[in-house]
């Protein structure tokens, strides 16, 4: 059964260094999210990409915070500098296109942990 | 898009039937109501959608009335790996915009 690809599974950083999430969604997925996710609070919508156009990022703290989609297959998102509040679980979810009534597929999360 | 209330949590026990009921205020005319299921340290995973009426999967029923301001996942004869948090994520019809609120949490006892 298909996937979305997430890594790393873990990353431990210091406050103010840089750290990289990279995303792989289901193949043919023209629907691309990413979420932050605290501990016991629902995910919150981060960016969302049509292919490689970014679709909504009203959320993303633009001032430490950048993501991309080249060519509309995978992502990445990236922080820098890394802040203590920063420390979640990063998530990445895909949805093909086409009639809206289709369910979107999650990762398995990339856990942040600052330091 | 649609906010979403749900109550915080929920408590059951194996073999009973839960329903949990999510408020949609200011659902557009063009949003689907979908219902994802959370386990700790995983992603969710999407359960059951619909626009009206009742739907029934292998897993779950989703109950919408006419008015489509709220929408009752029932989950029959309910066990222990039932136990996890259940959010009700509206899509919008436009950009399929997938927005969760802060979800129930389901406790399913012995």
């Known amino acids: 059964e298909a996937e979305v690809a997430q890594s790393p599974r873990y990353k431990i950083t210091e406050k103010s260094q840089a750290v990289a999430f990279w995303c792989d969604p289901i193949s043919g997925h023209a629907t691309l999210y990413w979420y932050r996710q605290i501990l016991g609070q629902g995910p919150e919508l981060l960016v969302q990409?049509?292919?490689?156009?970014?679709?909504?990022d009203s959320q993303l703290p633009k001032d430490r915070f950048s993501a991309e989609r080249l060519k509309g297959v995978d992502s990445t998102l990236k922080i820098q500098p890394a802040e203590l509040g920063d420390s979640a679980m990063y998530l990445c979810?895909?949805?093909?296109?086409?009639?809206?009534?289709?369910?979107?597929?999650f990762g398995q999360g990339t856990r942040l942990t600052v330091v | 898009l649609a906010k979403t209330t749900q109550p915080i949590s929920m408590d059951s026990y194996e073999g009973q039937e839960v329903n949990i009921t999510c408020s949609h205020n200011n659902i557009a005319t063009n949003d689907y109501i979908t219902w994802y299921q959370q386990f700790p340290s995983q992603g969710p995973r999407f359960i059951i959608q619909?626009?009206?009426t009742k739907v029934t999967n292998e897993v779950a029923s989703l109950f919408i009335p006419a008015d489509r301001k709220s929408s009752t996942l029932s989950l029959p004869r309910v066990s222990l790996s039932d136990t996890a948090v259940y959010y009700c994520p509206p899509v919008s019809g436009g950009y399929n915009k997938l927005i969760f609120g802060a979800g129930t949490r389901l406790a399913v006892h012995p």
């Open positions: 619909g626009y009206k």
């Open positions: 979810a895909s949805k093909g296109q086409g009639a809206v009534n289709t369910e979107a597929f």
């Open positions: 990409f049509q292919d490689e156009s970014v679709v909504d």
